[in-house]
């Protein structure tokens, strides 16, 4: 069963990847930067899948999508919520994570999955989730919330982060005390990466149907 | 080692149902406030609106109700005066020259004449009695009568019972879109023309004056009081209120009412 969990999950960009490229022409910078998240995703996935045959340590690949997912969404969230006062502080936790994730890969978890890296990455994405949303709360940019593709997204972002969360937090000490039922408690990774995929579709479906420019619409009150 | 690997386990798993729950809680927290909070602000617009509608609708209606107690007041009470200073007069003066006599007779017609054509602009009584249509014929004729530009009345369609309401606002902006061709349009021919339908009226003022400007041609009409008094008007009758240049020039006013059946009588 987790192994056909893992292999939907890795199926599942496809499906959103459909819906980029059909309406790719009409998506906004954003939504493209999120098409490309959805084909390094696949990418990563499929060469995780040779990464035996290589004899690569998939801890390489992990920490390089890790790095990779993190820099588009970070963009993405930084394009989305614009922060004035806050900037610096934002390029600041950026640049932040990306030198902490360097330093965990070559000398702390060199040979290991790099929970840190993963823990880390979901503490921010986590916390711009809710700002996201909270700025939604602040605007009020229209009453039909779910039609906006970036809505969707951050739903997606939340659910993912949080749900991964206490499997980063506890990857270290699940794979010391039982190594070989690692895969069943990954699972939990595999499902929420489908339910991601899935949310990423429903905003991709949005933003072509509705043939969106803005991921945050004006007020229409 | 057993129990601690469990116990790990336990808490790995309700730690993620309790993350994931509580994501889920703010996104539907946040779909739920938002519509609340939106909600909530429309109504509080709507109420607004209305009571900004209501306050217009008593400020226009105490302005005719005040007219119609001038008119009344000005015919009864000046109207019944001045035949008593007609009759007194004659009766003073028949000592008088015959000249002079008949210099204050008119001088007391010519009073008489001003008195009733104050009352008639402040409330027609073709509107009170014959309705919207006859009291619109009757001011294009008054107003051809009394000035140089010929004022034109047609119609067509069987017309339709309306409130009295209405009809008064709807008598208001013909008279303002008139009195506009005439004093600010420099015409020289002003056409009323009445269209009626199964459940619509649509009343067209056309003038050959000198039209809107540039600015204005987006069915936009240069912004004052006689507008703002339009569309006023136009808003609590309610009705579509337009202005367009007319080829080869002028302009073409038109308003254009539903008639609501049941609410017309």
């Known amino acids: ?221 | 080692m057993e129990n601690s690997s469990n116990s790990v386990l336990l808490l790995f798993g309700i730690g993620s149902a309790v993350m994931i729950f509580m994501a889920s809680a703010i996104v539907l927290f946040v779909l739920f406030y938002q519509k609340r909070v939106l909600r909530e602000q429309l109504n509080q617009r709507a109420m607004e609106l209305a009571h900004q509608h209501n306050m217009l609708q008593a400020q226009i209606e105490s302005q005719e109700e005040e007219r119609r107690r001038v008119a009344k007041d000005l015919h009864d009470d000046v109207g019944l005066m001045l035949q008593a200073l007609r009759t007194t007069t004659l009766a003073v003066l028949q000592e008088a020259s015959e000249a002079d006599r008949k210099e204050v007779q008119q001088l007391v017609s010519e009073v008489d004449e001003t008195v009733r054509r104050i009352c008639w602009d402040l409330m027609p009584s073709s509107l009170e009695y014959f309705g919207l249509a006859e009291a619109t014929e009757e001011l294009c004729h008054r107003l051809s009568s009394k000035g140089n530009v010929p004022v034109v009345f047609s119609s067509s369609g069987k017309g339709l019972p309306l409130h009295k309401k209405k009809q008064t606002l709807l008598y208001r902006m013909i008279q303002e879109l008139v009195c506009n061709s005439l004093k600010h349009a420099r015409a020289t021919l002003v056409e009323v023309k009445f269209t009626w339908t199964i459940n619509s009226l649509q009343i067209n003022v056309i003038d050959n004056g000198i039209g809107f400007s540039k600015k204005s041609e987006k069915n936009q009409a240069p912004r004052g009081h006689g507008l703002l008094s339009l569309e006023n008007r136009s808003s609590l009758l309610p009705a579509n209120l337009l202005f367009e240049n007319y080829f080869p020039q002028g302009t073409n006013a038109s308003i254009t009412y539903l008639t609501i059946p049941h609410a017309e009588n």
């Open chain 1, 1 to 221: 069963m987790p192994n056909i969990i893992a292999f939907i999950s890795v199926l599942s960009p496809l499906i959103p990847l459909a819906f980029c490229l059909y309406h790719f022409r009409t998506f906004q910078a954003e939504l493209k930067l999120l098409c490309l998240l959805e084909v390094f995703s696949f990418i990563c996935d499929i060469l995780s899948l040779a990464v035996p045959l290589i004899k690569l340590k998939t801890n390489y690949l992990g920490t390089l999508y890790e790095i990779g997912e993190f820099t588009i969404l970070f963009f993405l969230y930084f394009g989305i919520l614009k922060p004035k006062k806050s900037k610096w502080i934002f390029i600041l936790i950026g640049f932040s994570f990306i030198l902490f994730s360097s330093l965990n890969f070559l000398f702390l978890q060199h040979e290991k999955l790099n929970s840190f890296t993963f823990l880390s990455s979901s503490i921010i994405f986590i916390w711009l989730s809710v700002v996201y949303f909270f700025s939604l709360m602040k605007d009020l940019p229209t009453y039909h919330l779910e039609q906006i593709p970036m809505f969707w997204i951050n739903t997606a972002v939340l659910i993912f982060f949080s749900g991964n969360f206490f499997l980063f937090l506890t990857t270290d000490y699940l794979i010391k005390v039982s190594p070989n039922d690692f895969m069943v408690h990954w699972s939990l990774h595999n499902i929420l990466n489908i339910v991601k995929n899935l949310l990423f579709t429903i905003a991709f479906w949005h933003a072509g149907r509705k043939g969106f420019k803005f991921l945050k619409q004006k007020t229409d009150i």
